[in-house]
């Protein structure tokens, strides 16, 4: 008599049985593929999350403002200066935070694949930070000098300006790039580098400190995530954008950044002749990885 062998599939286990009374049962290896298919799933979800979780843009703000925050009142601010690159940036610490009229009131902390501590300080949290005027607490000045990822773009910019208050509000950003991005038919403009220009929302009234960037030229980056923003919610925002055939932090391309200085409100003093010693210490001399004659 031939065998006849039933299969019952019940969860994960097979049961055989045959006319003559054996029962065996074993596992279905079908059901634990599916199984092992569906941990793997799992835990690439959770990979997933803790991923997008470590990579979500932080504010830490003072106890004050903290504060102030949570009651639900936003930060009064009528000038918003964002440096963005060490040009930028520098620029900044040197014609403009010098003074004693400055307070540190915030960073961001940023993670990415490209985020790195930056020398003498802690983390790459200190590579962004938000300074508010003492005597007119409405100027706000933001440093930039970390790297943001395409996807944290727009979450450092919902979540800075959703802590201001946008009536009235007026947005300067100062950003570099480098000469070789910039195109144009006339070569004598593009190498007599640095020179500045500029890029602004519908909303922006008054005269830019420099010329308008031509076509087909973009900006990108956090300054353009920055523009469409202002843009979308009808904020007056100018970029002024420096274009520099020198990669490194240079005294000569932050000097660049002068005539935007003109424009802001009058508790943003710029300090024409800082001292050598300042001056020194903000321009970083690059080294030589790598010489023919060495």
Known sequence: MAIVKVLIVSANIEVMAT???EVLTVYSRAVEEDDESLDENEEDEQIRRELEEKREVRLHWSPEVSESLRSGNKLQCSDFVLAVGHNAARFLSVYVLTSANWDTVGHASVWN???RPVTGQASEESACVFYRHKENPSVLICQVTCYIAEDQLFQWTEKVFDCLQQRELNVTVLSESSVS??????YLCSSSSPFMRSLHTGTFRGQPACQ?????????????????????????????????????PDSVTMETYKPALTKLSKP???DL???????RKSVKTT???SNLYI
């Open 181 to 186: 991005d910039y195109k144009t038919v006339d």
């Open 113 to 115: 694949e490209r985020s």
């Open 268 to 270: 943003i003093q710029c």
């Open 212 to 248: 308008s960037l031509e076509q087909p030229n973009i900006i990108t980056g956090l300054p353009a995530a920055v523009l469409n923003h202002c843009q979308v919610h009808c904020i007056a925002a100018v970029v002024y954008q420096c274009y520099s055939d020198i990669t490194g």
């Open 19 to 21: 006319f003559f009374g």
């Open 273 to 279: 002749s800082p001292s050598t010693d300042v001056l």
């Open 287 to 289: 080294d030589i990885q």
